[in-house]
């Protein structure tokens, strides 16, 4: 008896053993790669309008922090992308950005979603996916 289901029990912890598949949802419903793209551009137009914070982004190389950005909304998304940038924590070391920085941010993220027409529930899950970074940002 015990030949027999040791088979069938290595089989099963294989089968346990594999990857669940990504979900990959999140950034289907925000259009994939181009969706993911205009919110990108889209946040960076609406930052350049917004006097509140736009001084923060002078000196910033903005083409690589569009495609930073993009890189890291699609892997939040559980898109087929890789991070190639600093961490949140590393990226903003010194930068003493405020809470109301980081608010004007995410509306300007948020206005960005609006203007794409994205569904408030599919921007409310990007931003819960994006919310724990806060902390990497805020008053570092």
């Known amino acids: 008896m015990m030949r027999v289901l040791l088979p069938i029990l290595i ?15 999140l950034y ?8 993911i793209t205009a919110i990108v551009e889209g ?23 569009r495609d930073k950005l ?12 890789t991070y190639t940038g600093d961490t949140m924590a590393e990226s903003h070391k010194g930068q ?3 809470r109301s920085d980081f608010n ?3 509306e300007d993220l948020i206005a960005a979603m609006d203007d794409q027409r994205v ?6 899950r990007l931003i819960k996916r ?5 902390g990497d940002v805020i008053e570092k």
């Open 28 to 35: 289907r419903d925000l259009g994939g790669q181009p969706g």
């Open 11 to 25: 089989v099963l912890l294989g089968a346990c053993a594999q990857p669940l598949p990504k979900d990959d949802s």
């Open 119 to 124: 569904p408030v529930p599919v921007q409310n």
């Open 130 to 134: 994006l919310a724990p970074m806060r």
């Open 43 to 65: 946040m960076l137009l609406h930052i350049a309008r917004d006097e509140r914070i736009v001084e923060r982004f002078r000196k910033i190389d903005i083409q690589r922090l």
């Open 70 to 81: 993009i890189e890291q909304f699609c892997v939040e998304a559980g898109g087929p992308c």
């Open 96 to 98: 003493r950005i405020s």
């Open 104 to 106: 004007a941010l995410v």
